[in-house]
């Protein structure tokens, strides 16, 4: 059913170390987003990058950075991984164009649990 | 900021009821979608609809602009409805998020 996949489905790490999840999308679309969904079941939107290029960049901790390849992969690199980073992290595209608003299309989900 | 209130936080009925869930915005809207969250946490896109009223199944969302609101009805729910639904609002490129809807559909 899905067409935004995400690896690994869940990662146990340990404070301090660095992390990398992955996200490929196969609907064409242009627009990518990584997403925390915190313990309250909010989503907070981390990233969007459209076509490669970063449009929106949210007060995120440095240690967070996207990786894109191309506009049908964004990966999410966490270096130094502290226990407050423990959460659910959600890729999702859109065919969203500038000034446009479309649906986004969702991954499953990575787990993080950083001991 | 724009800010998105949902409604109920949640929701316990008997199979076969009906659920109504809302959200309301506190200024202009772009477009609103709805999301069904599965109990894994893995989200299914519902609805993208900016205006006017949207059916899929037993799903039925509608949007009034100049209320600033947005509803979800769901008809004759069935036990496999449970889980949380998010409302969540375009705002400059991003997604404004409720804070969700926890249903319990009991037999």
């Known amino acids: 059913e899905t067409a935004v996949f995400q690896t690994p489905n869940y990662h146990v790490t340990q404070v301090g170390n660095e992390v990398s999840f992955n996200c490929k999308q196969t609907?064409?679309?242009?627009?990518m987003y990584w997403y925390k969904q915190d313990s309250k079941k909010l989503l907070k939107i981390m990233f969007s990058?459209?076509?490669?290029?970063?449009?929106v960049n949210e007060t995120v901790p440095r240690r967070f950075s996207p990786q894109s390849s191309d506009k049908a992969h964004l990966n999410l690199r966490i270096k130094s991984v502290e226990p407050e980073d423990s959460a659910v992290y959600l890729c999702?595209?859109?065919?969203?164009?500038?000034?446009?608003?479309?649906?986004?299309?969702f991954g499953p989900g990575t787990r993080l649990l950083v001991l | 900021g724009q800010q998105v209130q949902q409604s109920p936080a949640s929701l316990v009925l008997q199979e076969g009821e009906n659920a109504e869930l809302q959200c309301n915005f506190s200024?202009?809207?772009?477009?609103m979608q709805w999301f069904y969250q599965r109990p894994e946490g893995s989200l299914v896109s519902l609805f993208y609809?900016?205006?006017?009223?949207k059916q899929s199944g037993r799903l039925t969302s509608t949007t009034v602009i100049k209320e600033r609101r947005s509803s979800l009805h769901i008809s004759s729910s069935q036990i496999t409805d449970s889980g949380t639904y998010l409302c969540?609002?375009?705002?400059?490129?991003?997604?404004?998020w409720g804070s969700g809807t926890k249903l319990i559909i009991k037999p």
């Open positions: 969540a609002m375009e705002d400059n490129y991003q997604l404004i």
């Open positions: 999702a595209s859109s065919p969203w164009d500038w000034g446009g608003a479309d649906t986004q299309y």
């Open positions: 200024t202009s809207l772009n477009s």
């Open positions: 990058y459209n076509n490669k290029q970063l449009i």
């Open positions: 609907l064409g679309h242009d627009t």
């Open positions: 609809n900016p205006s006017g009223t």
